[in-house]
């Protein structure tokens, strides 16, 4: 409902308010309070122009949704909601502008001619805050009055004010304007420290900052401070309004310059919450904040302020917006409207002292006309101020949120603002299929002319918190080739028309893999060249936090990089080298370690990829005092296909015998280090041959260097070595296919959850964590409650519930066919139980009254045992034993006659019971034996 509100015209919008029968008569009429303030505004208003003919008109009574004058004050409505984002300043105006679509007061058009007064003109009809707030649509003066409603309800010193702004914050256009924001600072998985902190944490502003001293050198911040928010001293204000404002020129158009359109905002000041210290401009239309310092660039003049208590012109609308004083008292500065009515001797002379003639006699005349004004309406006067009139604004219906509502947030469920270096996309929580909360696009720190594209989400199983998708520079000229399935998923923006050079997601922890907790952290895919996975290394049994695929091409692996921390056995890098795949078969397998997620049942089915080069690298053990001893480096290479006839093309990556080689850490001051080089055992068949003739085996070759002055390993330790080496390398080749196959598996589940995302919905959701179920569930439910609820009606199931049924008796009561033998049975169970309980109840009625009669008996004894003749007449014991006298009475007789009533109505409540019984169906074989 509220989005085709949202997108209809204004008028439409009234006229569909209009014809609801559900309008308070407090919108078409006026009180006589009412009247009296539109009259008191009135004659302020003719005052007003009397002295100053050249000034604006004032904004005191536009018309409501009914087209009735009502007073500007009395559409605030301050009301506090249950929702903590309201009660925070910064929380409270981003919810406004969220939540309330802002409509410019009149049509963009009529902006672009700097002369066209048109937009000087002040709205004749203002609806409600409640509303604006059930359209979800207002213009500046009702997002104002919305907004100030919600801060003076939060406990904010806010008032809406009225004056003039430039072009762009008239018509909300923030294309000039730099984007502030900025996206969330990712922690580098590389890094030793992680950041544990939990985000939004309500502590951290309770932690005092760090105190640093200052130099003698350094100007002292009060002073400074205190000149910064000095505004107009009072020399200032004998100075011409001319040398005040560098812009010169009057407050309207009617001097020949250019037109100063009418706009709308907020000022938060000092003297409510102790969380506001300076006094602070709101623009309802974009929720941000500014300083008195920087308003000189957007708002122009300020006409007057107001809430719901009273009404400030201001008598310098020429001034600068900064040069104006917070202070409302200040008699020199603003002149209220309802607390003006006998100045003090202290404002007679301070006007006396530094205003006009003009201002002078215009002060005299309002003091007398406000004084005789509305004298019903006045509340008790207070000696330190003037009377106040009582403004009454309970007219308007009450601002509500419903928990849907404020969750909602924005108009259909997203909101984009275009910025000069950025596009910000917000979208309310579960709205979007995917789960996203928030887009932003800005152009590429590295290519002119493309773009960024950063999504974070929120709610979502798999943990994913945020997309960024780095466009390509240039077009793929050649046959696009099959890319990975994550790119598929990629956000489909008009930004990222070209196939994207690198796509980055990161997770937040807690994601599982079957039973084991996976860990994934951050996946960066650039096509074409590397596929990387950090993960959150403390939550994984192996220690790994990086593994980063290498590619030749976009379908061809070249090398798997895995980085470690916190292993036992110091292990820090692990790499597998490929070799290009030089048959068809090979080229396959390559393209679904590539591409795995949609063939990754099918990638067990091939061959596996074997490495031609195996490395680990391995940390200083300190315990082994030597380092020449300590394993330092680890290299497994695979021979070259062929054998010896391959010799000629082997590289030294692919030789033509496999080796194994383990490099020892350098010792203290060295240069070198120690090494040992295995050649693996020949498979071909020719040496198997010639060892086969000398009936000798051929002992491979071993290279070993050693430090000068140390002493060679034996033959023993080096076989042990050899043998150590042997079940190293499948060790590795045993965890490079299964970390592989983890990885595909991983890609395959990131994969289906971004083909259908899962929410994860919190169990204090209660507008989304409901039980589900089906139209035939709720219908057996309901019918089961129905059936309950006759069976506990039946008044005679206990009775029927002694018999012997037959063995098919489905448990109805209400249907079954008693015999005669039972039914005789059921009658006289039923009425004797009757007849019981009606004895019982009468006995239970006598004993009261007998209780009450011994009672009254016991105190009248008492009491004259305790009279003294010569008590004095109205003693205490007296008047309570009259007290008791007359309420044990008033009990005796209730009892007596509820008990006679009792006795009067058994006999018909037994015969009623009889008479029921006979009727019963089920006892027809006894009353009606012939049927």
Not at 529 to 558: H, I, P, V
Not at 643 to 667: C, D, L, Q, R
Request: proline share 7%; charged share 25%.
């Amino acid at each position: 409902m509220s989005s085709s509100i949202g997108t209809s015209t204004r008028a439409n919008r009234l006229q569909a308010f209009l014809r609801s029968p559900e309008i308070p008569p407090s919108f078409y009429t006026n009180t006589a309070t009412d009247e009296k303030v539109l009259t008191v505004a009135k004659q302020y208003d003719v005052l007003y122009h009397k002295y100053f003919p050249d000034r604006k008109p004032l904004f005191l009574s536009p018309n409501n949704e009914c087209q009735r004058p009502k007073m500007i004050c009395s559409f605030v409505r301050p009301t506090s909601l249950v929702y903590d984002e309201l009660f925070d300043l910064k929380g409270c105006c981003q919810f406004v502008a969220d939540y309330v679509r802002y409509e410019p007061l009149h049509h963009p058009s009529i902006y672009d001619d700097e002369y066209d007064d048109t937009v000087e003109q002040l709205p004749q009809q203002i609806v409600s805050p409640a509303t604006a707030l059930s359209w979800q649509v207002g213009n500046c003066v009702e997002m104002s009055l919305v907004l100030a409603s919600f801060l003076i309800g939060a406990g904010f010193n806010a008032y809406v004010v009225v004056g003039t702004a430039s072009k762009a914050v008239c018509l909300s256009d923030q294309r000039n304007t730099l984007w502030k924001g900025e996206l969330p600072k990712e922690v580098n998985s590389d890094d030793e420290v992680e950041d544990d902190m939990p985000k939004e944490n309500p502590y951290v502003a309770l932690i005092p900052a760090k105190m640093t001293l200052r130099l003698t050198t350094d100007p002292d911040p009060a002073i400074a401070s205190r000149i910064q928010s000095t505004v107009l001293s009072p020399r200032d204000h004998t100075k011409p309004i001319s040398s005040l404002n560098p812009r010169g020129g009057g407050g309207g158009s009617g001097s020949g310059g250019v037109v100063k359109p009418i706009h709308s905002w907020v000022l938060v000041l000092p003297g409510g919450r102790r969380s506001v210290s300076e006094a602070l401009f709101v623009e309802p239309s974009t929720g941000q904040l500014i300083p008195f310092s920087a308003v000189d660039n957007r708002y122009t003049s300020v006409e007057a302020l107001f809430n719901h208590l009273d009404y400030y012109v201001n008598m310098r609308p020429e001034a600068p917006v900064s040069s104006l004083s917070p202070h409302l008292a200040d008699g020199s500065q603003w002149e209220s409207l309802f607390s003006f009515a006998n100045p003090s001797d202290e404002e007679v002379e301070s006007l006396a002292g530094t205003l006009s003639v003009t201002r002078r006699a215009y002060a005299n005349d309002l003091a007398t006309t406000m004084s005789a004004a509305a004298v019903s309406a006045i509340e008790p006067p207070d000696p330190s101020r003037g009377r106040r009139m009582y403004i009454p604004n309970l007219w308007s219906n009450e601002l509500l949120l419903s928990r849907q509502q404020f969750e909602s947030r924005y108009p259909a469920g997203f909101k984009e603002i275009t910025y000069v270096n950025a596009v910000v996309r917000r979208y309310s929580p579960y709205s979007q299929s995917d789960y996203r909360v928030l887009e932003v696009v800005v152009p590429d720190a590295q290519y002119a002319g493309l773009n960024e594209v950063h999504v974070l989400y929120a709610h979502r199983s798999d943990k994913l918190r945020r997309t960024s998708v780095f466009s390509t520079p240039t077009l793929q000229s050649s046959s696009p080739k099959k890319e990975s399935s994550i790119l598929s998923s990629r956000p489909s923006l008009s930004a990222t028309s070209s196939r994207p050079r690198k796509v980055v997601e990161w997770y937040e922890k807690g994601r599982m893999h079957d039973t084991a907790v996976e860990g994934l952290r951050e996946l960066i895919y650039e096509p074409g060249k590397q596929r990387t996975m950090k993960f959150y290394w403390r939550a994984r049994s192996d220690g790994l936090y990086c593994r980063t695929e290498l590619l030749y091409d976009a379908n061809t692996l070249r090398k798997v990089k895995e980085l470690y921390k916190g292993r036992s056995d110091r292990l820090w890098y692990r790499s597998f080298s490929y070799s290009r795949p030089a048959t068809m078969r090979e080229t396959n397998t390559h393209s679904l370690v590539v591409h795995g997620p949609g063939s990754g049942p099918a990638l067990r089915e091939y061959p596996r990829l074997d490495p031609v080069r195996v490395s680990q690298k391995f940390l200083r053990d300190e315990r082994v005092a030597v380092a020449g001893k300590d394993v330092a480096k680890t290299t497994f290479l695979r021979p070259a296909p062929g054998g010896k006839g391959a010799g000629a093309t082997a590289s030294a990556n692919n030789p033509p015998v496999g080796e194994m080689w383990v490099f020892f850490h350098y010792s203290a001051g060295s240069i070198l280090r120690p090494y040992h080089m295995f050649a693996k055992p020949s498979s071909s068949v020719e040496e198997y041959i010639a060892a086969s003739a000398a009936r000798k085996p051929v002992e491979p070759p071993v290279r070993v260097v050693s430090l000068p002055g140390e002493e060679l390993p034996s033959e023993l330790d080096l076989y042990n070595e050899r043998k150590w080496l042997n079940a190293v390398e499948a060790e590795c080749l045993m965890e490079q296919r299964a970390k592989a196959d983890e990885c595909m598996d991983i890609l395959q589940a990131i994969e289906q959850d971004h083909v259908k995302a899962q929410p994860l919905l919190s169990v204090y959701d209660t507008l989304r964590n409901r039980p589900k179920e089906t139209e035939a569930e709720r219908a057996r439910k309901l019918a089961e409650a129905a059936r309950r609820e006759e069976s506990r009606k039946d008044y005679l199931a206990p009775y029927i519930a002694k018999l012997e049924m037959p063995v098919d008796f489905d448990g109805n009561y209400l249907g079954v066919r008693l015999s005669v033998e039972h039914a005789k049975q059921v009658r006289d169970e039923a009425l004797q139980e009757l007849k019981d309980r009606l004895i019982q109840r009468g006995h239970i009625m006598q004993s009261r009254m007998d209780k009450e009669k011994e009672e009254f008996n016991k105190r009248q004894q008492l009491y004259r045992k305790n009279c003294d003749a010569s008590a004095l007449e109205g003693d205490k014991d007296t008047e309570a034993f009259a007290l008791y006298c007359k309420e044990a009475t008033w009990r005796m007789k209730v009892l007596d006659e509820r008990l006679s009533q009792h006795i009067d109505h058994a006999s018909d409540k037994y015969n009623q019971l009889a008479q029921r019984l006979a009727d019963d169906s089920r006892l027809a074989a006894l009353y009606h034996p012939t049927h």
